[in-house]
Structure formats: structure tokens, C-alpha cells
């Protein structure tokens, strides 16, 4: 199955969402948030000179986003960014992807280390930011926390570990504490990115290391893989009926690489499971 191409020329595009029928998303070596609608038409939403990643929305319609670099949580309200959390003290290393949830509750992860420059692996943790901006620690010792899903009965929590190469499931609290964890996923020759869910449970994965997005079920079967030339390091299910899997692209994740080649692209192809769940 081949894909279509919406935008190229980005830098590193990530976190894509679907909301208010445009796909958001962070072309994050760019330092911008951009939405699109689906003739490729972009208007950029915010500059982050701190790189931007995950993107969310609080029950009154203000945006969220993921400022990596010193890591906080920025709102934009009327136009003007500003500082909603600073989880400095709480991330191990530079944040990244989030999920925010009907309630306005966000659970941040972070690297961990100093990846680009090759540092040993440790694991981190998950921050949830509550509707007032308070951060707390509610998950540790996770594999690089990426893509993050919520599931349509707001109960369950169901991250990507990257360095782990699985998917891990948690329950969530009236309060938002994560607990009963365990293993939703475990993926053979592919590590999950971004990912999102669909209305009949799968869980597309982007996987840059095998140039793929992948639909798992829980425990671990595949039913469906789609090949895209670049590494695939996000994907979001939109479009009119949901169904239109947007898979976000790029030939690297260099930095200096990224603003140099501009390989970054927004590829998609229409699949058989609308979205569900946030984000």
C-alpha cells in the first residue's frame, strides 16, 4: 500500500493531532507549530524557540505545547505563548511527546539522556501537569516514554517505550495517578514513536528503525504495516471520517541534518478503522 504525499519540505514534523478538522503538528527543528487542512494549506500556529513537540488542548480551548529544551509547558492564549508548567526539576532530560486528557490533565515524557550525543541509556519518567498547571511525577522508570494514547473511557494510559521496543498500559485514577502497569505490546524488529488508536482497539505505530506504521492489537499481533521510504516518526488517524492515517516522516532526526536536507514530510493513506481516544 503505497501513501500520498500532503506537505514535504519540513524540517522534522511531530506530534501530529487531529482537532478541529486540520492536523496540527510540530515541525520541531523548525521551531514552529503548524496546522494544516488537507490541501496542504499551513498556517503557523506559534514559534518555540525551545524546539516544540506534544501538542494538547485544555477543556476551554487553550493549546498546549511541549517546549523541549527547558522543558515546560507553554499555553497559548490570545495569540502570546507562556509558561503553563516548568517540569525542569521533574524531567530527567529534554520533555517530548504528551497526551492531554478530556479533564485538561497532561502526562508528559521526556528522553531520559542525551541521545543525539550518545549517552548511556536510563529511563525516565511520566509528569502528568494538572488543569492548573501543578506537575507531579506519576510513572517511573520507563523506556524513553514517546507516543501516548488515552482510551475512549478515559481509564486507561497506553504509552510507547521507545528503548523498551513495546507498548505499556496503565490504568488512570480519579485523581490521575497511573498504577497497574503492564505490558500491552511487545514489538518484534520495530519501536514505537508517535502512535495513535483506532475504534476497533488497534494502536498504529510509527517505527522509524523499520521505515514503517504498524497496527497492533493487544498482546502483540500485527494485521497491517504500510512502508514509507524515510524513517515514520509519527502518525495520527483524521480526516472527515477519521480514517485517513497521517504519517509523519523524515530521512533523519539530526537537528543540523533536518534544517539542512528538509526531508521532512506529511504522507498519508485512508485505512479501515476511523481514530479513537485522544489525542
Excluded at 49 to 72: A, N, T, Y
Excluded at 195 to 200: A, G, P, V
Excluded at 217 to 243: H, P, S, W, Y
Amino acid at each position: 500500500m503505497g501513501t500520498n504525499i500532503l506537505i514535504e519540505g519540513l524540517c522534522f514534523a511531530e506530534g501530529p493531532r487531529w482537532h478541529e478538522n486540520r492536523l496540527w503538528f510540530s515541525d520541531m527543528h523548525d521551531y514552529k507549530v503548524f496546522a494544516t487542512d488537507m490541501d496542504g494549506n499551513m498556517d503557523t500556529i506559534a514559534v518555540v524557540h525551545e524546539q516544540p513537540s506534544g501538542l494538547g488542548w485544555l477543556p476551554d480551548g487553550r493549546l498546549l505545547i511541549v517546549s523541549m529544551l527547558d522543558r515546560k509547558l507553554l499555553v497559548l492564549e490570545d495569540g502570546n505563548l507562556s509558561e503553563f508548567a516548568n517540569l525542569h526539576d521533574l524531567a530527567t532530560y529534554h520533555c517530548n511527546d504528551m497526551v492531554t486528557d478530556k479533564l485538561g490533565r497532561s502526562y508528559v515524557g521526556n528522553f531520559g539522556f542525551d541521545l543525539s550525543n550518545g549517552a548511556e541509556p536510563t529511563t525516565a519518567e511520566i509528569i502528568m501537569v494538572t488543569p492548573d498547571g501543578q506537575p507531579r511525577i506519576v510513572a517511573s522508570e520507563v523506556s524513553f516514554p514517546n507516543g501516548t494514547i488515552i482510551t475512549p473511557d478515559g481509564n486507561t494510559l497506553i504509552v510507547g517505550e521507545t528503548m523498551a521496543a513495546c507498548l505499556t498500559a496503565f490504568d488512570i485514577a480519579d485523581d490521575g495517578t497511573l498504577s497497574n502497569r503492564r505490558l500491552w505490546a511487545q514489538l518484534e524488529k520495530a519501536v514505537p514513536d508517535g502512535i495513535c488508536l483506532d475504534d476497533h482497539g488497534g494502536i498504529w505505530v510509527a517505527s522509524p528503525v523499520s521505515n514503517e506504521a504498524l497496527r497492533v492489537l493487544e498482546g502483540g499481533e500485527v494485521t497491517d504495516r504500510i512502508k514509507v521510504e524515510n524513517q515514520a516518526f509519527a502518525c495520527m488517524l483524521g480526516g472527515e471520517d477519521r480514517k485517513r492515517l497521517f504519517i509523519l516522516t523524515a530521512a533523519s532526526s539530526d537537528p543540523e541534518e533536518c534544517r539542512k536536507g528538509r526531508t521532512g514530510k506529511i504522507e498519508y493513506v485512508d485505512v479501515e478503522y476511523p481514530g479513537a481516544g485522544l489525542p
